[in-house]
């Protein structure tokens, strides 16, 4: 079955400007969260989304946002881009996205890779 | 606050060997614990999953070790080759988040030398 997919892979935008990432799931997932990774704090979680609802976000600034759709597939946005926003953002689905006890495997995207200049 | 550790930024091991990293983590006693590869320009692939009742857990030339008193994972790949070469993650669940709320250690790149 296909893989989770991000596009667009790359992209270049200048500050101040706004970007929109889109992820779409592996068919039948329904949770979908964002990680930002960069070389000096890694993977850093953004927020998960579960059935079109934000289940945990993260601590990252207000510019920072997402949605996911009737479908799964989710978009996030990122308004007033700063030089620090220049990161490998990582979609991940997984089935479900409940609390619960059990654990739940991520499967990731490739990332799209953002050069803010 | 939770913290996880993976000591080595980087681990260099000739071929044959057997690469062991390290994943500690604090402030925190996790229901399980994951292992992930990642490739350059890639994102993480999941390896292994363990949880707090187990002690061992094995796929082909890899194995995890999992100790809750220590607070410490151990990652073993046996008979290493060059294709191991690649960064690994290891990630807990964070306290009180959903699944797909997971903390990542910042990863040890492992290079596996012919």
């Known amino acids: 079955k296909a893989g989770v997919t991000q596009t667009p892979r790359y992209l270049i935008k200048t500050r101040g400007q706004q970007v929109t990432l889109s992820c779409s799931p592996i068919s039948g997932h329904r949770s979908v969260s964002w990680y930002q990774q960069t070389p000096g704090q890694g993977l850093q979680f953004l927020f998960e989304?579960?059935?079109?609802?934000?289940?945990n976000k993260g601590n990252f600034p207000g510019r920072f946002s997402g949605r996911q759709f009737s479908n799964s597939r989710s978009e996030m946005n990122v308004s007033t881009l700063e030089l620090g926003d220049s990161a490998l953002y990582l979609c991940?689905?997984?089935?479900?996205?409940?609390?619960?006890?059990?654990?739940?495997?991520?499967?990731f995207g490739a990332g799209s890779r953002l050069t803010v200049l | 606050s939770q913290k996880i550790e993976q000591n080595s930024e980087a681990l260099n091991i000739q071929e044959g060997k057997t690469a062991t990293l390290t994943c500690n983590y604090t402030n925190y006693s996790p229901a399980y614990l994951q292992w992930y590869r990642q490739d350059p320009g890639r994102g993480p692939v999941f390896l292994l999953l363990i949880r707090e009742n187990e002690k061992e857990k094995r796929k082909e030339r890899l194995k995890v070790t999992f100790d809750t008193t220590l607070k410490q994972s151990l990652f073993h790949i046996t008979a290493s080759q060059p294709a191991d070469s690649a960064t690994y993650l290891c990630a807990l669940p964070r306290k009180g988040g959903s699944q797909g709320n997971l903390i990542f250690g910042k990863g040890t790149k492992l290079s596996v030398k012919p």
């Open positions: 989304y579960f059935s079109e609802t934000q289940r």
């Open positions: 991940a689905s997984s089935l479900t996205g409940l609390f619960q006890s059990g654990a739940n495997v991520l499967t």
